[in-house]
């Protein structure tokens, strides 16, 4: 579980120090939905890994002086290209796997 990227084993105070942010910046990035922490059963907010780098990443931005929103935005856009390059070499590779079948 602990090399899972996506498990949420971080609490928002240690989040916090990891990235250097200050919990409200956390909050603040939830809000503009760049991550959204998984709630445990009491309510507490509780992070990925992967969560945590995009945070880090977002907070180097914003330190970098990009507004907030703009940060989250990219860092969406940028995760999304990332994904759908991801996805196209696999799409390729099954083709070319089809293509030597044949």
Do not use: W
């Amino acid at each position: 579980m602990f090399g899972d990227d996506d498990y949420p084993a971080y609490t928002m105070g240690r989040a916090a120090e990891i990235t250097g942010a200050s919990q409200d910046f956390l909050r603040r990035l939830d809000e503009e939905k760049l991550i959204t922490p998984f709630r445990s059963a009491g309510g507490h907010r509780r992070y990925s890994r992967y969560q945590l780098r995009l945070a880090a990443r977002a907070r180097e931005m914003v330190d970098q002086g990009t507004a907030l929103e703009a940060a989250c935005r990219i860092i969406i856009l940028e995760d999304q290209l990332e994904e759908a390059l991801r996805q196209n070499e696999i799409f390729k590779r099954r083709n070319e796997a089809r293509e030597d079948l044949s």
